[in-house]
């Protein structure tokens, strides 16, 4: 049995408070999801006034993510005519999504799941999934780093 590691829920809150500071900031309002080490959506966050359309395309820029194990926006670079990967966003039903706000999440050099942030410019997107994955080892109030629970598969 091989035993991963993966994003508890709490660490999802944290991934996402991360990201929602960083989208207050940047004055717009987003999606943000989180997936666990097998694509499985944890939690997901719509702020008030972000758009509706945007709530399944974080939760696929955060699949996308993972699933790939690269950021979105990388993945759309690869993606392009001509591109080793053109054509990929019609693959898996078109759940890949090849625009900016999808960041893995590691921990010692493993995939651990991935954070789907949708709602503003590609910029904002990225830069919000960005914090949001780098919450993951901020201290929280309570002086302690994100938890991660061993899942077993």
């Not at 999801?33 to 694509?39: L, T």
């Not at 359309?53 to 820029?61: E, S, V």
């Amino acid at each position: 049995m091989i035993e991963m590691l993966t994003v508890s829920l709490e660490a999802a809150r944290q991934i996402i408070q991360g990201a929602e500071t960083k989208a207050r900031s940047l004055g717009c309002a987003v999606n943000i999801a989180v997936v666990d080490a097998g694509g499985n959506l944890v939690a997901h966050v719509r702020m008030d006034n972000a758009r509706i359309g945007a709530i399944d395309i974080a939760i696929n820029k955060a699949w996308s993510a993972r699933a790939f194990d690269m950021e979105t926006a990388e993945l759309g670079s690869y993606s392009q005519p001509g591109g080793p990967f053109f054509g990929i966003h019609a693959s898996n039903g078109g759940r890949v999504m090849i625009l900016a706000g999808g960041v893995p999440l590691r921990h010692a050099g493993q995939v651990t799941g991935a954070i789907g942030v949708s709602g503003g410019s590609d910029e904002e997107d990225s830069a919000c999934a960005r914090a949001g994955a780098d919450a993951l080892t901020s201290p929280s109030p309570h002086g302690s780093t994100a938890h991660y629970i061993l899942e077993r598969r």
